[in-house]
């Protein structure tokens, strides 16, 4: 369905198979599929632990943590059932990567799953998928009942006497259930409010139960590691930062598009040479990195590697691998506005940090952006913003407020030049809503 | 209350994939609403003596999932994305033109029942933005005059 791009720079690892067929058995069969769980299948758990941990593979949803570090904290005994489960809903504005891993090739996430089961010695995975995306449910639902009808999924996989069960999990629109602990909570169908931690999931997970959460895409990578070794995949990326990433370009770009590439690819060539740079002779003026969550960067702050490790010390984060580029014309107050209206919306009012601090900011961003703005307020978002970090059971919090303070800080100017009554320069009538009575 | 019976083979496959009944509530809340087209009393108390649950604790399940709703809506479920990436390449004039052409505002339906119009977070069609979903369908890179096209398809369809 979604358009697919090539560029010469990409390393398909994970989209290798888009564009294939791969979503029938055999084809993918034919295309390496399914290899890596009967080789895991011959391997003690601790070494495909290892051979996952020594990829450098890193969480791809955002967090980053080192996949086979998060499969070792799984106790080896366990009186409850451990599980694994796909976070497939993904809803981080900016994402729309797993939506093409479904769509083109539902079996590598099935059969990531699988091998994350074998390694921590589960026998249910579930692969959870955002409500939106029927289509993609559908196919997956397809998917795993081909794989039961050959005997790769149910009692005696691949007549190897390990049992290992998937079953399709469908959600019905929330972003605060992509957080690991809701989307927990989601599946035992109650509303996607966060767990405390610790316990971790590893330890205490879904119905009390060992669990592994990993994105799609994460699992999806699996497969690759397991039959190229975790050297060739370690060695794509630089240190720590294994392997490739799928990079969502969207915005003012010529070409936007999901990309595959090298992990520490440049980001200032990923916008100018990959998504072939800004239309209409505009000039570049802020990008958000790694999806609506990470802070935003200028145009003097874009010659940086994208991987985890060189963004966090650019003052950002990888996040979800969502880079959304924005030029001159964009009016930053809005744009915080709207990010902010987003998280106010998707707050699930769990933690009172962040259900107050979002609508409070909200109410002020709309206030400035209609030219209402108080010349204390600029302060007052920062002072409300950093109050959330780090005061909430799960990161939503900590996700609006840490775009909002890059933006305040970065484009200050523009937050002065909408004070009193001045119409915002970048459009003659905001379609945003209008200022409410609020004094 | 009947649901089809693809919707009962469904149900009844679910419920043997977790280790508590309550498991299936969300997605099968999902699949009642495509049948009946809203969440109605009668479905909710359905659900809740199938699942053991009080209709509370189902009423309180529906009102945290955005797509799930207990009023009735439009045959098509028009929903424009004006997050981030649609913002930038307009997702804002496309859901002012849908106020203009409905005559409804988000969440409104128009007096013949055939569209509702919502304005969503996003759907995950960033790079193929501005995006909107009618129904479960995606349609992407949008300008008002594709999007008109679009919703012309569906008036025929219906008739």
Same mark, same amino acid.
């Given at each position: 369905?979604?358009?697919?791009?090539?560029?010469?720079?990409?390393?398909?690892?994970?989209?290798?198979?888009?564009?294939?067929?791969?979503?029938?058995?055999?084809?993918?069969?034919?295309?390496?599929?399914?290899?890596?769980?009967?080789?895991?299948?011959?391997?003690?758990?601790?070494?495909?632990?290892?051979?996952?941990?020594?990829?450098?593979?890193?969480?791809?949803?955002?967090?980053?943590?080192?996949?086979?570090?998060?499969?070792?904290?799984?106790?080896?005994?366990?009186?409850?059932?451990?599980?694994?489960?796909?976070?497939?809903?993904?809803?981080?504005?900016?994402?729309?990567?797993?939506?093409?891993?479904?769509?083109?090739?539902?079996?590598?996430?099935?059969?990531?799953?699988?091998?994350?089961?074998?390694?921590?010695?589960?026998?249910?995975?579930?692969?959870?998928?955002?409500?939106?995306?029927?289509?993609?449910?559908?196919?997956?639902?397809?998917?795993?009942?081909?794989?039961?009808?050959?005997?790769?999924?149910?009692?005696?996989?691949?007549?190897?006497?390990?049992?290992?069960?998937?079953?399709?999990?469908?959600?019905?629109?929330?972003?605060?259930?992509?957080?690991?602990?809701?989307?927990?909570?989601?599946?035992?169908?109650?509303?996607?409010?966060?767990?405390?931690?610790?316990?971790?999931?590893?330890?205490?997970?879904?119905?009390?139960?060992?669990?592994?959460?990993?994105?799609?895409?994460?699992?999806?990578?699996?497969?690759?590691?397991?039959?190229?070794?975790? $050297?060739?995949?370690?060695? =794509?990326?630089?240190?720590? +930062?294994?392997?490739? /990433?799928? &990079? #969502?370009?969207? @915005?003012?770009?010529?070409?936007?598009?999901?990309?595959?590439?090298?992990?520490?690819?440049?980001?200032?060539?990923?916008?100018?040479?990959?998504?072939?740079?800004?239309?209409?002779?505009?000039?570049?003026?802020?990008?958000?990195?790694?999806?609506?969550?990470?802070?935003?960067?200028?145009?003097?702050?874009?010659?940086?590697?994208?991987?985890?490790?060189?963004?966090?010390?650019?003052?950002?984060?990888?996040?979800?691998?969502?880079?959304?580029?924005?030029?001159?014309?964009?009016?930053?107050?809005?744009?915080?506005?709207?990010?902010?209206?987003?998280?106010?919306?998707?707050?699930?009012?769990?933690?009172?940090?962040?259900?107050?601090?979002?609508?409070?900011?909200?109410?002020?961003?709309?206030?400035?952006?209609?030219?209402?703005?108080?010349?204390? $307020?600029?302060?007052?978002? =920062?002072?409300?913003?950093? +109050?959330?970090?780090? /005061?909430? &059971? #799960?990161?939503? @919090?900590?996700?609006?407020?840490?775009?909002?303070?890059?933006?305040?800080?970065?484009?200050?100017?523009?937050?002065?030049?909408?004070?009193?009554?001045?119409?915002?320069?970048?459009?003659?009538?905001?379609?945003?809503?209008?200022?409410?009575?609020?004094? | 209350?009947?649901?089809?019976?693809?919707?009962?083979?469904?149900?009844?496959?679910?419920?043997?994939?977790?280790?508590?009944?309550?498991?299936?509530?969300?997605?099968?809340?999902?699949?009642?609403?495509?049948?009946?087209?809203?969440?109605?009393?009668?479905?909710?108390?359905?659900?809740?003596?199938?699942?053991?649950?009080?209709?509370?604790?189902?009423?309180?399940?529906?009102?945290?999932?955005?797509?799930?709703?207990?009023?009735?809506?439009?045959?098509?479920?028009?929903?424009?994305?004006?997050?981030?990436?649609?913002?930038?390449?307009?997702?804002?004039?496309?859901?002012?033109?849908?106020?203009?052409?409905?005559?409804?505002?988000?969440?409104?339906?128009?007096?013949?029942?055939?569209?509702?119009?919502?304005?969503?977070?996003?759907?995950?069609?960033?790079?193929?933005?501005?995006?909107?979903?009618?129904?479960?369908?995606?349609?992407?890179?949008?300008?008002?005059?594709?999007?008109?096209?679009?919703?012309?398809?569906?008036?025929?369809?219906?008739?």
């Amino acid at each position: 369905m979604a358009d697919l791009v090539s560029h010469p720079d990409e390393v398909r690892v994970v989209s290798r198979r888009f564009g294939q067929r791969a979503t029938n058995l055999d084809r993918y069969l034919e295309l390496d599929g399914y290899k890596a769980v009967q080789k895991a299948l011959a391997m003690q758990p601790d070494a495909i632990v290892n051979e996952i941990k020594n990829s450098g593979l890193r969480g791809r949803g955002g967090a980053g943590f080192n996949t086979g570090m998060k499969w070792s904290f799984v106790p080896k005994q366990s009186a409850k059932p451990k599980y694994v489960l796909c976070n497939g809903d993904e809803s981080e504005p900016g994402t729309c990567k797993d939506r093409l891993i479904f769509e083109h090739d539902p079996h590598a996430v099935i059969e990531g799953t699988v091998i994350a089961g074998l390694a921590v010695g589960s026998h249910t995975g579930y692969i959870y998928i955002r409500g939106e995306y029927r289509y993609l449910l559908e196919i997956m639902q397809k998917a795993i009942a081909d794989a039961y009808a050959r005997g790769f999924l149910g009692k005696n996989i691949f007549g190897s006497g390990y049992d290992f069960d998937v079953y399709w999990h469908g959600g019905a629109g929330a972003y605060e259930v992509g957080e690991e602990s809701a989307l927990m909570e989601s599946l035992e169908g109650k509303r996607g409010i966060p767990r405390i931690r610790p316990p971790f999931p590893a330890v205490v997970g879904l119905w009390g139960g060992p669990t592994v959460i990993n994105n799609a895409e994460t699992l999806a990578s699996v497969p690759h590691i397991l039959l190229g070794g975790a $050297d060739w995949f370690a060695n =794509l990326g630089p240190p720590k +930062n294994g392997g490739t /990433r799928l &990079f #969502c370009l969207s @915005g003012h770009l010529k070409r936007p598009g999901v990309y595959e590439l090298p992990m520490g690819y440049n980001l200032k060539k990923m916008i100018y040479d990959v998504g072939g740079g800004i239309p209409g002779g505009r000039k570049l003026k802020a990008v958000v990195p790694g999806g609506s969550s990470t802070p935003l960067l200028t145009p003097d702050e874009i010659d940086v590697p994208m991987d985890f490790d060189s963004m966090m010390k650019a003052g950002s984060m990888l996040g979800s691998g969502g880079v959304v580029v924005l030029d001159d014309t964009t009016c930053m107050v809005k744009f915080a506005l709207r990010i902010m209206k987003f998280y106010q919306h998707e707050s699930c009012g769990w933690c009172i940090p962040c259900r107050e601090g979002t609508d409070w900011l909200k109410k002020t961003l709309i206030r400035f952006h209609s030219g209402g703005g108080l010349k204390k $307020d600029i302060d007052n978002i =920062l002072y409300l913003s950093q +109050n959330m970090l780090g /005061r909430t &059971f #799960c990161p939503l @919090g900590d996700a609006a407020a840490m775009p909002t303070i890059s933006i305040v800080k970065k484009f200050r100017q523009e937050f002065e030049d909408h004070l009193e009554g001045q119409p915002c320069a970048f459009e003659k009538e905001s379609n945003i809503e209008k200022l409410p009575v609020f004094a | 209350m009947r649901f089809s019976d693809q919707f009962e083979k469904r149900f009844a496959e679910m419920l043997t994939h977790y280790p508590t009944k309550r498991s299936v509530l969300v997605p099968t809340l999902l699949y009642a609403q495509d049948e009946i087209g809203f969440l109605s009393d009668e479905v909710i108390s359905e659900l809740a003596g199938r699942l053991e649950l009080t209709e509370l604790e189902v009423r309180n399940v529906i009102s945290y999932y955005s797509m799930l709703t207990t009023r009735p809506r439009g045959k098509y479920n028009v929903q424009v994305c004006t997050n981030i990436a649609c913002l930038l390449r307009g997702g804002d004039e496309l859901f002012e033109h849908c106020e203009n052409k409905f005559g409804v505002k988000h969440k409104g339906t128009t007096a013949d029942g055939l569209f509702s119009l919502e304005e969503v977070e996003c759907i995950g069609a960033c790079s193929w933005a501005p995006a909107v979903q009618v129904n479960y369908d995606f349609h992407e890179n949008l300008t008002t005059e594709k999007l008109d096209q679009v919703l012309d398809q569906y008036k025929r369809e219906t008739q």
